[in-house]
């Protein structure tokens, strides 16, 4: 069961943040950014913290809207970004970029809710969205994506696994599920 207490050792660095931000600030060059992503991109990831998108995908800023979550599923949040993004903004692309060694492939749906209520008297009312398989889950996602009323532009979107051992993409077709 997960704690809400921090380590012993924990120390806040939010401060050191605001440092290095005045630090990135003093060469600041990307003021003159538009607000609509030039490659008219949208790439929804997890938030796992070993994954520099922009890096892995060789992005530069203002090149894609990068949308993240626990597993990068699609979700309600998700629909929400990616119709607007697509109404308003411009995005004419998605891209679903899973990856192995997923937090949440070591969590199960009952078994977070379970704790929860045990702990708080009360079961979360959002699913965990959790999954066994990085590959079957993008498949699940690519399939939502194409369901949904919300994303209006639907004719290009593809789906990967990044292997954060190898640092590779693996492609996932629809007609492999």
């Not at 990135?24 to 030039?38: H, I, K, R, S, Y």
């Not at 626990?70 to 979700?75: E, P, R, S």
């Amino acid at each position: 069961m997960a704690t809400s207490q921090p380590p012993s050792d924990f120390q806040p660095t939010a401060d050191e943040l605001v440092e290095r931000n005045q630090r990135f600030a003093e060469t600041f060059a990307d003021q003159d950014l538009q607000v609509g992503p030039t490659r008219h991109m949208a790439v929804v990831t997890c938030m796992d913290s070993r994954m520099d998108i922009f890096a892995m995908l060789g992005l530069g800023h203002g090149e894609a809207h990068i949308i993240r979550n626990a597993g990068g599923v699609i979700t309600d949040d998700v629909i929400r970004s990616l119709c607007l993004s697509q109404r308003y903004l411009g995005t004419r692309e998605v891209v679903l970029v899973h990856h192995t060694n997923c937090g949440l492939q070591m969590v199960t749906e009952d078994g977070l809710k379970g704790e929860l209520e045990a702990e708080l008297g009360i079961k979360p009312w959002w699913a965990v969205e959790s999954f066994e398989d990085p590959f079957v889950d993008v498949l699940q996602s690519m399939r939502r994506l194409e369901l949904t009323p919300f994303v209006p532009f639907k004719g290009h979107v593809r789906g990967f696994v990044y292997d954060v051992g190898t640092g590779l993409l693996e492609e996932v077709h629809p007609a492999d599920g």
